[in-house]
């Protein structure tokens, strides 16, 4: 690793409006283990394929049970964890720049709890829960999802309960998406970061590729290559909680 090139150095000075756009990486140095790429859980892509399955749109509808274990093995992780360097460099970023919004897929809840503010949960929350027959909201207690080793029933009708997060195959609620449309498309930063996502959906990638297309800055921090590495303008091969401080201490200079 090494320090940052001094040319993207001068171009973040002053930087005044910033978006950031996060995966699981960014929590990986706070011990929750990503899906895939380096330091994830399922190394093995069978397990990573059968964790994918589980917490997809098609299980939750077949086999609730099963979808609800993969949620429970995700919260064992996610649930006490502590934001990390990172996270904390993406609030000073926040209460420096006139304009700053977050895009995280994470569903740990770190960067509302290190303090971010703008944030846009793409993915919801681990934590949340919807009826599926009578659509009651809720929230489950840490120590519930750890536990959890089958589909939780609704205080009000007795019905399943789903986690109110975005499964693998389902959509973006219409909410999130004008979100994004109106921060990213209408009024684009002019810095945008994306920091440890294997970034395979559509709905990351653009942002980036609408970015570069208009000449802005991009940046990526991601031990490895991912497919917007060879897009971005500087792709930094490392840590978030290694580079993310690097781009905080540059954008307040
Ligand atoms: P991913 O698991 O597909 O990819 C993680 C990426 O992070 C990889 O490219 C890896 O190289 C990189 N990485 C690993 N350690 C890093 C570090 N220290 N610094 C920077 N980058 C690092 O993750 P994804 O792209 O977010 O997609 C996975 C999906 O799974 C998302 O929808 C997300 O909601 C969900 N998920 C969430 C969590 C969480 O909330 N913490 C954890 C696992 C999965
Ligand atoms: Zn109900």
Redesign the pocket.
């Known amino acids: 690793m090494s320090k940052l090139p001094d040319e993207l150095a001068g171009l973040l000075a002053g930087a005044r409006h910033v978006g950031v756009i996060?995966?699981?990486?960014?929590?990986?140095?706070s011990g929750?283990?990503?899906?895939?790429?380096?330091?994830?859980?399922y190394d093995d892509p069978e397990h990573g394929n059968d964790i994918i399955d589980a917490?997809s749109g098609d299980t939750l509808k077949k086999d609730p049970d099963r979808t609800w274990r993969a949620v429970g093995e995700?919260a064992r992780?996610?649930t006490g964890a502590q934001p990390n360097e990172?996270h904390r460099a993406l609030v000073e970023i926040e209460q420096h720049v006139e304009q700053f919004v977050l895009l995280t897929?994470?569903?740990?809840g770190?960067h509302q709890l290190a303090g971010s503010r703008n944030v846009i949960p793409?993915?919801g929350s681990?934590r949340a829960t919807a009826c599926m027959d009578c659509g009651l909201r809720g929230t489950l207690a840490d120590d519930e999802l750890r536990a959890i080793e089958s589909a939780p029933r609704c205080s009000h009708c007795e019905g399943t309960l789903r986690p109110a997060?975005?499964l693998?195959g389902e959509m973006l609620s219409a909410e999130v998406v004008q979100r994004m449309y109106e921060e990213f498309s209408l009024y684009p930063p002019d810095v945008l970061l994306v920091?440890?996502?294997?970034?395979?959906?559509p709905y990351?990638m653009s942002p980036v590729l609408e970015a570069r297309r208009a000449g802005r800055l991009t940046v990526e921090?991601?031990?490895?290559r991912?497919y917007l590495s060879s897009e971005v303008r500087y792709h930094l091969a490392?840590?978030?909680?290694y580079?993310l401080p690097l781009l905080s201490s540059a954008i307040r200079a």
């Open positions: 996060t995966g699981a990486g960014i929590s990986s140095e929750i283990p990503t899906y895939r790429g380096i330091g994830g859980l917490l995700l992780h996610a990172g897929q994470n569903v740990d770190l793409v993915h681990i997060a975005v693998f920091v440890g996502t294997s970034a395979l959906f990351i921090v991601n031990p490895e991912t490392g840590k978030a909680g580079y």
